[in-house]
Nanobody
Framework: QLHLVESGGGLVQPGGSLSLSCAAS????????MSWFRQAPGKERELVGR????????DYADNVKGRFTISRDNAKNTVSLQMNDLQPDDTATYYC??????????????????WGKGTQVTVSP
């Protein structure tokens, strides 16, 4: 079992920055590709970005590309989401999720095996 806990959310003004962290326990993150998702009220959950098992590859949704950065520290069993130039449309609950590495593969299968409970990010004047 893998337990994920997000932290770092809060209220920030447009143009500001926040750094979210996802701490894992009960397993080793080197066995998982990791993703960040977000969901705003009344909207579908969307993928923000993802990072490969050992951090060699990252990708991002177009509307956060250039502003958000995912990183990981497998030795500390953590994944981070650095968010810069935040805008009101970034307001959402942010979740980290873990995708177990498939046997004989470099990355997960795209199906999230574990989810955190989320942390709220609100961007407002």
């Amino acid at each position: 079992q893998l337990h994920l806990v997000e932290s770092g959310g809060g209220l920030v003004q447009p143009g500001g920055s926040l750094s979210l962290s996802c701490a894992a326990s009960g397993g080793t993150l080197s066995s998982f590709a990791m993703s960040w998702f977000r969901q705003a009220p009344g909207k579908e959950r969307e993928l923000v970005g993802r990072i490969s098992t050992f951090g060699f590859v990252t990708d991002y949704a177009d509307n956060v590309k250039g502003r958000f950065t995912i990183s990981r520290d497998n030795a500390k069993n953590t994944v981070s989401l650095q968010m810069n130039d935040l805008q009101p449309d970034d307001t959402a609950t942010y979740y980290c999720a873990a995708d177990r590495l498939a046997y004989g593969a470099r990355n997960g299968d795209g199906v999230m095996d574990y989810w955190g409970k989320g942390t709220q990010v609100t961007v407002s004047p």
